[in-house]
């Protein structure tokens, strides 16, 4: 064996040591590249809910103003009945106590209505919240996989530390939006 091929036969072998010390970079690359993944989609469902709430909030709100329009009419129709003199006072009394019963019913669709709007806008900010911690920890995940990347290239562990770091505040971030009720 020639000395050339002594050095080069070290070399690979010192390169290929090197390539060990590397494994767990690239495996926690390839780990927060998966959870990368999970948090956007977690982010985009998210975002989603929130925009399909509060299209449900919109309609039921739209509802709602139907209904009190209706109801408003209706009273003010039973207002002119008992001030306009009519030659069938029993008809018309008839009518006004059918549009009593309009205006109950109405009364107590407006509340239901009412609410059901409101839970759809607390459903939308509730979304719209873990929107928020998706899209930090999605950030953060990213960033600590950038980081750790930089690794692979200056063969420095403190930045795979950083970046692990970076990728924790992350995880904890997303949690907390999975957490939320």
Not at 98 to 123: I, M, N, R, V
Not at 126 to 137: I, V
């Amino acid at each position: 064996m020639e000395a050339n091929e002594a050095q080069e036969l070290h070399e690979h072998a010192e390169h290929a040591e090197h390539d060990k010390a590397m494994m767990p970079v690239a495996l926690t690359m390839t780990l927060l590249a998966v959870l990368v993944a999970v948090v956007t989609v977690l982010g985009h469902r998210s975002h989603t809910e929130a925009i399909l709430n509060q299209a449900k909030a919109s309609d039921t709100w739209n509802e709602y103003q139907a209904k009190k329009n209706r109801a408003y009419d209706t009273a003010l129709v039973t207002d002119l009945l008992n001030v306009v003199t009519i030659a069938d006072q029993k008809a018309a009394g008839k009518i006004a106590k059918g549009y009593a019963s309009h205006q109950d019913k109405w009364a107590e669709d407006l509340e239901t209505e009412k609410k059901q709007a409101e839970a759809f806008e607390e459903e939308v900010k509730l979304a719209e919240r873990k929107g928020d911690h998706f899209d930090l920890g999605e950030a953060l995940l990213e960033i600590g996989l950038v980081i750790t990347s930089i690794t692979l290239l200056t063969k420095k562990r403190i930045y795979w530390f950083a970046g692990v770091g970076a990728s924790a505040v992350g995880i904890v971030a997303t949690v907390f939006g999975l957490l939320l009720k």
